[in-house]
């Protein structure tokens, strides 16, 4: 039997998703709060691995197991396992076809902004702190330029593995509410850091250092090295994948 589930963390305890050598990875507590409730052990695959600090609300996984439990089972016997970073917020059944990863048609992040002179003590480890004055319009312009198919090898870290750089964005919007700025992008697949590095130069943008035309200057010229600081990890969040109508799968309704 295969079952799907919907997850979502605070990762600022975690070395990312993905279970690690050394450290914790949100991976393991997942896994293990699923092995007492199947009573067998459990690997769990995930739509978007997340970097360390990195949160999500609409992270999926599947796992298969020889365990019959009802979807309530799975939910309140798993949450009864997690720590309280952690939370599965639906669960079910699923074709033996579908896949957490590779049935995934879109993904979406947000990066989150505070944009004033105090910074937060209730924010600290969700949102990047920005002190200088932010140009959410002029930022929102300069992202269009991102938005399609394109080569985003300047936007990738130098480690990324992937063995193509090409990806397609389908909606990148930069909005303001008050103090606060949202950074909302989404896309078929991201590249390693590719959010981070396309929130850190679009706030160079943002703040008068380069023109609205830097970032797709940076975009064309496939060079990591000469774009703008990677953003921290905190302010980033998985909110939502999307998958083929005919899983029935739920999306994120904190999300639109």
Not at 10 to 23: E, I, L, M, P
Not at 53 to 70: I, N, P
Not at 171 to 192: E, P
Request: include cysteine.
């Amino acid at each position: 039997m295969r079952i799907a589930l919907g997850l979502e963390y605070d990762g600022t305890a975690y070395n990312g998703w993905q279970r690690q050598r050394t450290g914790i990875g949100v991976q393991e507590r997942v896994e293990n709060a699923l092995k007492v409730v199947a009573d067998e052990n459990i690997e769990v695959i995930c739509a978007g691995r997340t970097d360390t600090g990195v949160h999500a609300s609409g992270q999926v996984v599947h796992f298969d197991t020889s365990s019959e439990r009802g979807d309530r089972g799975w939910l309140l016997g798993a949450n009864s396992n997690l720590p309280d970073d952690i939370s599965v917020i639906w669960a079910q059944p699923v074709d033996d076809s579908f896949h957490a990863r590779f049935s995934a048609t879109s993904r979406s992040y947000e990066y989150l902004l505070l944009n004033r002179l105090e910074r937060s003590a209730l924010y600290r480890h969700r949102a990047w702190w920005v002190y200088t004055n932010l140009d959410a319009d002029r930022m929102h312009r300069a992202a269009q330029a991102l938005v399609g198919r394109h080569d985003f090898s300047a936007y990738r870290a130098a480690g990324c593995q992937a063995s193509t750089a090409t990806r397609d964005i389908t909606s990148l919007t930069v909005t303001r509410d008050k103090n606060w700025i949202r950074l909302q992008v989404t896309a078929n697949a991201f590249l390693q850091h590719m959010v981070r590095n396309i929130a850190g130069t679009l706030v160079t943008i943002g703040c008068g250092d380069e023109s609205e035309d830097w970032a797709a200057e940076v975009l064309e010229g496939r060079d990591r090295k000469k774009g703008g600081a990677a953003a921290p990890p905190h302010g980033l969040t998985l909110v939502d994948v999307k998958y083929p109508k005919e899983f029935e799968l739920p999306s994120n309704p904190n999300f639109n």
